[in-house]
Structures are given as C-alpha cells and as structure tokens.
C-alpha cells in the first residue's frame, strides 16, 4: 500500500520560504506522477504542481510559476516542493498525491487522476 506523508509545514511571514516533502517509503515514486494540491478554508483544492513520471517534466499553476520548484529524490523515495516569496493567499492545507499516469505529461492531472494522498501539511503565510 503505498502511502505518502507530508511534512515541512509551517508559519512564515509574507516573502519567506518553505520547503515541503512528500516521502513514500519502499515505493520507487519515479513510476508516479506526483502533484502537489492546496486548499484553503472555505475553498476547492486546486493544483499547484506536479512532476510527471514520463519524463520528468514538470507543470506548475499560473499563481505559483517562478517562485515554487517541484523536484524528485527517487534514492530518498521523496518529492520536495520549495516555495519562495510566499503570499498571504499561498496560506493552505498543501497535500501530495500519487498517480499511475503513464505518458501523462505538458498539463497538470486534475484531483481524480490520483490515487494516493498524504495526510496534509499546514502552510501559513502571515505577518
């Protein structure tokens, strides 16, 4: 069963950074495309990243591109997300999820194309 835990989370203040990490202990993540989701109080979950397990490429929201960077540590079983110049409306509880997405690449996989999810990291962004 593959299982994924998010850790990293925290308070920052606007401008900061944070690193989050997904890690899948014994699963070899490279054969997952993974995605980093976010959803703040009140609101959908939306996608903020993911990195495709086709070829490694990546894809990012419009709101996040330039200041998030996704990558992949297969040896550590761990994908990181680092998030730079953080926003007020970055504030979200950000989970990792896993999907068997075979030559899925250029476009970010919406929320029903996983099948794995991490419990959710907190991430607050505030003076």
């Known amino acids: 069963q593959l299982q994924l835990v998010e850790s990293g989370g925290g308070l920052v203040q606007p401008g900061g950074s944070l690193t989050l990490s997904c890690v899948a202990p014994?699963?070899?993540?490279?054969?997952?495309?993974i995605g980093w989701f976010r959803q703040a109080p009140g609101q959908d979950r939306e996608g903020v990243s993911c990195?495709?397990?086709?070829?490694?490429?990546?894809d990012y929201a419009d709101s996040v591109r330039g200041r998030f960077t996704i990558s992949g540590d297969n040896n550590k079983h761990t994908v990181y997300l680092k998030m730079n110049n953080l926003k007020s409306e970055d504030t979200g509880v950000y989970y990792c999820?896993?999907?068997?997405?075979?030559?899925?690449?250029?476009?970010?996989?919406?929320?029903?194309?996983?099948?794995?999810w991490g419990q959710g990291t907190q991430v607050t962004v505030s003076s």
């Open positions: 999820a896993a999907g068997l997405l075979p030559g899925w690449r250029g476009t970010m996989p919406g929320a029903m194309h996983y099948t794995h």
């Open positions: 014994e699963f070899t993540l490279e054969y997952y495309t």
């Open positions: 990195i495709f397990a086709s070829d490694g490429s990546t």
